[in-house]
């Protein structure tokens, strides 16, 4: 008998927010497409449209960081589940072991990317490019995706811990492809 997980509403309310954060992910790289084209339209116009480089890089780091608890959750995420499965019965340990190194890897990297943001507000910092944009504002996609991966894999560890699993959903193609 599996012990309870996080209340319903709680568990639905994380699973919005890493929905939520997918959706600004997806519009992050319409935002690409829309640069890539405007860039074209301009050269061919024969007009200079400063700093498009640096908007499409932007636009990348938050698609990728938005989309990464998303992805968790979904198991797009790279996973040693071969190894897990031949663990057997110690495949709890496995995964817990898994799940404090993820989460305390993902704690400190947003721990530093919130850092970096405010660092950046506090100095001033601008882009090396023409378009001279505070850097603090292209970085808070970042920050906000890696705090939202540490949130995601404290919210799996916890889950295991009281669950026995996980919140990943298993692969289906992975799994259709191991048959």
Same mark, same amino acid.
């Given at each position: ?65 938005? %989309? /990464?608890?998303?992805? +968790?959750?979904?198991? #797009? ?6 190894? *897990?499965?031949?663990? $057997? !019965? ?52 970042? %920050? /906000?995706?890696?705090? +939202?991966?540490?949130? #995601? ?6 889950? *295991?811990?009281?669950? $026995? !699993? ?14």
């Amino acid at each position: 008998m599996s012990r309870p997980s996080f209340p319903a509403p709680l568990r639905r309310g994380l699973d919005a927010i890493y929905d939520a954060s997918a959706a600004l992910a997806a519009l992050c790289l319409v935002g690409i497409l829309t640069v890539i084209v405007l860039q074209m339209a301009a050269r061919w116009s024969a007009i200079t449209f400063p700093g498009s480089t640096e908007y499409a890089g932007y636009l990348m780091a938050s698609a990728s960081f938005l %989309a /990464f608890a998303h992805a +968790l959750n979904r198991g #797009a995420h790279i996973r040693v589940s071969l190894m *897990l499965e031949r663990l $057997g !019965r110690f495949r709890f340990l496995g995964e817990l072991w898994c799940l404090l190194i993820a989460t305390a890897a993902s704690s400190y990297l947003a721990w530093y990317a919130v850092k970096l943001v405010y660092w950046s507000r506090k100095l001033k910092d601008v882009s090396q490019g023409q378009d001279a944009t505070p850097l603090w504002i292209v970085q808070m996609p970042m %920050a /906000f995706g890696a705090v +939202l991966l540490a949130v #995601a894999f404290w919210d799996n560890l916890v889950t *295991l811990l009281f669950s $026995g !699993r996980d919140n990943i959903v298993e692969d289906a193609t992975a799994a259709s492809h191991a048959e």
